[in-house]
């Protein structure tokens, strides 16, 4: 996260590429539970981040948070779009004043989801993309907390995002259109909690590489 300009250009890319290569696979499962549009919205978002890059290489670390979220915010529409606006709009505000590096991004990010937990008034277990991102959260703190090297932290977050999006599938959806469809959502994967753990595990690779 050092070479910042650098960084910002290749975790768009990464996140425009894995969205990509499986958005059929969501486009499925969110017409199964869903409005059937996440995946559209969602590259929609990335490619208007794309369109910014070169004036997001030039902020600091606590501006570039908060144009992501309001480009989010304002591009991708729906709740995904406040959702995800809302991760980095709060990081954002949680970063201001301080240097960001790998010491406090955990912080940064569990206060980016306890937001998202707010303004979707729902929480882990809910059948949403917040069963992703809660262990994630807690395991970077903990990680982070026992001084554990940052990649193999991200080794670890990637495989609670993965374990988090899998338990989706057994749930009963308390949440948007999922929640009008009872004991039915029952067997299907949240899309949101899917594409949040795509783009985690990109990311997260694309900075091991780094």
């Known amino acids: 996260m050092s070479n910042k300009a ?3 250009a290749i975790l768009i ?8 290569t499986h958005q059929d ?9 869903g409005d059937g549009d996440h995946v559209v919205n969602l590259q929609r978002g990335l490619n208007a981040l ?17 144009k992501i979220g309001m480009t989010l915010m304002s591009t991708m529409g729906g709740a ?49 993309m917040l ?20 990649n193999q932290a991200l080794e670890s977050a990637k495989q609670y995002a ?17 929640s009008f469809l009872g004991e039915r959502a029952i067997g299907h994967i949240d899309p949101g909690a899917r594409t949040s753990q795509l783009m985690i595990c990109a990311i997260a690779d694309a900075l091991i590489k780094g």
């Not at 696979?25 to 539970?33: S, W």
């Not at 069963?131 to 940052?150: G, H, K």
């Open 6 to 8: 650098e960084s910002v």
């Open 13 to 20: 890319n990464a996140l425009q590429l894995t969205i990509e």
């Open 25 to 33: 696979e969501v486009a499925e499962l969110d017409r199964a539970i």
């Open 50 to 66: 794309e369109a910014l890059s070169d004036e997001l290489i030039n902020l600091e670390w606590p501006p570039t948070f908060m």
């Open 80 to 128: 995904s779009g406040s959702l995800f606006g809302t991760l980095f709009i709060s990081m954002a505000k949680a970063a201001k004043d301080k240097q960001v590096d790998l010491a406090t991004f955990s912080a940064i990010f569990a206060q980016g989801v306890d937001s998202v937990k707010q303004r979707g008034k729902s929480d882990i277990g809910e059948k949403t």
């Open 131 to 150: 069963d992703t991102l809660i262990p994630v959260a807690n395991s970077l703190l903990d990680d982070a907390r026992n001084n554990i090297e940052f």
């Open 162 to 178: 993965v374990s988090g999006m899998q338990s989706t599938k057994a749930l009963l959806a308390t949440k948007g259109r999922a």
